[in-house]
């Protein structure tokens, strides 16, 4: 059986797509750090928190439509839905990477801002 050589072992596709984010992130200038265990914690916390409120707003979203007849008040209320949920992830999102870049006030400090 004939191989490719040692060294030029075959890759998975995550492997060859991963080789191709380093290869793009170093021709764009971005530096990659290894993330802290405090960085971990904080992204960890973000993300229970957020996984908390999605869920909450999950549950009142599916209480109000068992109350709602009319198509188009359901529509209304699903559409607030889903706006509801974008925000909510946007907002994780962009504190999770905050707290990677290591922005120290960023944990889930905007509790007063959720629905």
């Known amino acids: 059986m004939a191989s490719m050589g040692d060294d030029k ?8 797509a991963m080789e191709r ?8 200038g971005v530096e990659r750090r290894p993330v802290s265990e405090v960085q971990k914690a904080a992204i960890a ?9 999605l869920a909450e707003v ?9 109350a709602l007849v009319d198509p188009a008040e359901r529509a209304t209320r699903e559409e607030e ?3 509801d949920r974008e925000r909510l992830t946007s907002e994780r999102d962009a504190k999770i990477e905050k707290a990677r870049r290591g922005d120290p006030s960023q ?3 905007s509790r007063g801002n959720a629905i």
Do not use: M, P, Q, T
Request: proline share 0%; net charge positive; no cysteine.
């Open 9 to 16: 072992a075959l890759k998975s596709s995550y492997e060859l």
């Open 21 to 28: 984010f380093r290869k793009s992130d170093k021709e764009a």
């Open 45 to 53: 916390e973000i993300r229970n928190f957020y996984e908390a409120k």
């Open 58 to 66: 999950e549950v009142l979203h599916e209480g109000r439509l068992r």
């Open 81 to 83: 839905y889903r706006r």
């Open 107 to 109: 944990s889930h400090g």
